[in-house]
């Protein structure tokens, strides 16, 4: 190996090093400033408002930020409640009708069980019969440790349900502090925002600053885009089944609407969260123009859901649609469902970095280049 290519695998390794280095300090210390990584999310969100107050309005800096920080509680703080009242009613509804639909459950099971299930088992218990002793025993302990394992797994489900509920009371204390550093923090970054920005860069060289400020602006025009996205994605969702439920002649159309909607944050498992129990029950119920109505809704969804995603993720960020195709999939398969949220940011990441030139720059740099401009 030349001596120029064993340079290029020194500067090469020296990249991976730091890249590897940087997520770790990243990781490291984001475990224990989230509170202050929250506030510097929401300072970004709230500063544009805050510069209108200030400029338009002549606002003082310190009440107009203290004002957007209201408002967004309030946005907040009312969104949750018109949700919780929603939910409210909902519930009643189905205190109301549940006992009902629960009789005609019982009684659609229990004809069930004495039509099907009793004669399959008799004729079950006939072939039984007709074996060998051993051969009972063996199937019949099959069956035992079958029935066994249900309930064990079952038991074990509802333990760790059970197990999160003061695990997660417990953990109020520590969601209010975070609460609180998160707004103060805002509050005192989203003040001395310019004062910062300024600080930063006289802080760091100018090429730094230059090609930081750029990724930063990229970043920002395509997380947007990506967040646009899946606010676009979610009210399509919602639209559709508002309109099918009102169609079904559904009561509480809106309600489920926005519920399932707000589930969509989970692609593919969200809807099915909420239309299979619910196409079950209506099909062991007996009403099945229901079940059809609502297999047809859950299929039209994800139908949409599949073709639509790819293409307003794509013209939303600005990535190909076979591209972030390939992420949503990579995503998934990494990371499970969250990757479907971490593949399409990785992509936005490393398309900006690629869009600013800071690749361009670091493969000059393995090449030979003896600094990164």
């Known amino acids: 190996m030349s001596l120029t290519n064993v340079y290029r695998l020194i500067r090469f390794l020296i990249v991976i090093i730091v890249i590897i280095s940087f997520l770790f300090i990243a990781f490291f210390v984001a475990k224990y400033t989230y509170p202050f990584i929250i506030a510097l999310i929401l300072a970004f969100m709230i500063r544009p408002l805050v510069d209108i107050l200030e400029t338009r309005a002549n606002v003082p800096r310190q009440l107009a930020v203290f004002a957007a920080i209201m408002f967004l509680l309030v946005v907040i703080t009312g969104t949750i409640t018109f949700l919780v009242i929603e939910l409210i009613k909902g519930t009643t509804y189905l205190a109301e009708h549940i006992p009902t639909h629960f009789k005609i459950l019982v009684i659609f099971f229990q004809s069930f069980i004495t039509n099907e299930i009793i004669p399959i088992y008799q004729r079950f218990a006939s072939l039984i019969s007709t074996l060998d002793p051993s051969q009972q025993t063996t199937i019949l302990n099959n069956i035992q440790r079958i029935g066994e394992e249900i309930a064990t797994t079952g038991a074990n489900i509802i333990q760790q349900v059970l197990q999160q509920i003061p695990s997660t009371l417990g953990k109020l204390p520590n969601y209010i502090s975070v609460l609180i550093f998160s707004l103060l923090g805002t509050f005192f970054i989203t003040k001395d925002w310019y004062k910062l920005k300024t600080l930063i860069n006289n ?93 047809l809704l859950y299929v039209t969804i994800v139908v949409q859901r599949q073709i639509m995603e790819p293409k307003i993720l794509s013209s939303n960020i600005g990535l190909n649609p076979l591209a972030t195709l390939i992420a949503l999939f990579a995503g998934f398969q990494l990371w499970g469902f969250i990757g479907l949220i971490a593949g399409p940011v990785s992509l936005v990441v490393i398309n900006t970095l690629y869009q600013t030139g800071i690749v361009n720059q670091v493969w000059n740099y393995i090449k030979g280049d003896n600094t990164l401009k």
Request: aromatic share 12%.
């Open 203 to 295: 802080s760091l060289p100018n090429h730094l600053t230059e090609s930081g400020g750029n990724v930063v602006t990229g970043l920002k025009q395509a997380l947007f885009g990506f967040v646009k996205a899946q606010l676009t994605l979610i009210m399509i969702t919602a639209l559709i089944v508002l309109v099918g439920l009102i169609i079904l002649r559904v009561d509480y159309a809106i309600t489920i609407a926005i519920i399932t909607g707000l589930i969509d944050l989970l692609p593919y498992l969200g809807t099915g969260l909420v239309f299979i129990p619910w196409i079950l029950y209506v099909f062991f119920s007996g009403n099945y123009f229901l079940t059809i109505g609502l297999s």
